[in-house]
């Protein structure tokens, strides 16, 4: 199954990675479900996944939350 990375910010596509189910239930993820519970993770109708992260130049921009 193809998993691929976008951007929750700007859309870029930040990666793709081909993973089998088993590796997709390590990471918490029900390949079989449809409606996931995680709302950062759209299952497409070719039955890829796509998952919604953020991109380094989006992180980049944000707020740094500084730790003291
Ligand atoms: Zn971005």
């Known amino acids: 199954m193809r998993a691929t990375y976008i951007c929750d910010c700007c859309g870029a596509i930040i990666g793709a990675l081909s ?4 590796e997709l239930r390590q990471m ?4 079989r ?3 996931q519970d995680e709302a950062v993770i759209k299952t497409a109708p070719a039955g890829d996944l796509f998952i919604y992260s ?3 130049p989006c992180v980049d921009s944000m ?3 500084e730790a003291e």
């Open 19 to 22: 993973l089998t189910e088993d």
């Open 28 to 31: 918490g993820i029900d390949p």
């Open 33 to 35: 479900a449809e409606d």
């Open 54 to 56: 953020l991109c380094e």
């Open 63 to 65: 707020p740094v939350f």
